[in-house]
């Protein structure tokens, strides 16, 4: 479709879109603290003092899938990561639109 045969919603929707899938970086996943052992047996955590960690969690061809996230990349991952629902989120409202066309038989 012709950007002349969209309303100003859509363009601009459509717009904000594209600037943050050009511009700006993100991943899919949710960021999540665990408490885990690191395998040192001389560790405070082989006592059961477990280590506060943080994982990036998703699904891959429905099978979970988790990585280990530094804390020195926490805010970089916590970001990007709301990146992602930002442009998802963009998504459904585009496809509202098209939803509405739809049901409203203006295809």
Known sequence: ???SGMSRKEREIRSNLAQKVACKEFV???ISLRK????????????????LCLYLSQRKRGKPKQLYIPWKL???AKEWTREYIGIKQLLEKI???YLKKIKNREV
Do not use: L, T
Request: with cysteine; net charge positive; proline share 4%.
């Open 1 to 3: 479709m012709h950007k």
């Open 28 to 30: 899919r996943g949710s």
């Open 36 to 51: 885990d052992v690191c395998g040192n047996p001389n560790c405070k955590c082989a006592k059961g003092e477990r280590h």
């Open 74 to 76: 926490e805010k970089q």
């Open 95 to 97: 496809s509202d639109i």
